[in-house]
């Protein structure tokens, strides 16, 4: 069964329509990344698939359960949102931390908010909060923080608080973990940093949406590639079949970017 499935989803702002009927679905595991110029709807897209915008129509199903589904009017309590919430990661442009908390703290707020609504958690509050800090530790060593646990924001490079941004959406264990052009606000060393980082997740079968204008490292990293144009899904599949391919709206895109 799919991890993933998206079906004829559209989305429209006023009268302008950004997504006009996408259809895909991934495996368990599967790195899918996702490319095509500003405007081509890939932010949008992954907004609608992380509730963060609630889609005009279609279906969208995480591990089977139906988050979003216009046809039955599911997706749109606030009850619904926030199971679809958590079953997403996502991790965005501009890292989205918050100032007044170290980077050990941004990391635990989310599981320390959710804890407290556990039928035991006045009985274990203790244990439970050891177990939430001691996990949000192992985070920040797996990105290569463990000594900028105590760091604000404002004490950490950009490529180190996108880093702390991805120990954030990993620390509620979500089932497909989504980033938004993560390195877009990054310079080339920077980014480097945080590339390895995503193919480090990648090879531990880590479930992974990616939006990246990062074109060798998304034909590197991924098992599958969509393009988008328009709104819609102009090629899918294997990184050298759609970059092999011969559409002429990806052709232009990949020749502006290397030009």
Partial sequence: MAILEVNNLYKSFGKTEVLRGIDFSMEKGEVLSIIGASGSGKTTLLRCINALEIPTSGKILIDGDAVYDSSANTGKSKSDQRRWQLACGLVFQSYNLFPQ????????????????????????KK??????HSHALSLLERVGLSDKTGNYPCELSGGQQQRVAIARALAL????????????????????????????????????????????????????????ADGLIEADGTPDAVFGGDNEKLRTFLGNIEG
Avoid: C, G, W
């Fill in 101 to 124: 908390y170290s980077a050990l703290d941004n990391v635990m707020l989310a599981p320390k908010l959710l804890a407290k609504e556990r039928p035991d958690y006045k009985a274990n």
């Fill in 127 to 132: 244990q439970i909060i050891e177990e939430i």
């Fill in 173 to 228: 264990s979500p089932k497909v973990l989504f980033f938004d052009e993560p390195t877009s606000a990054l310079d080339p060393q920077l980014t480097q940093e945080v590339l390895r980082v995503i193919r480090e997740l990648a090879e531990t079968e880590m479930t992974m949406v990616i939006v990246t204008h990062e074109m060798k490292f998304a034909h590197d990293v991924s098992d599958r590639i969509i393009f988008m």
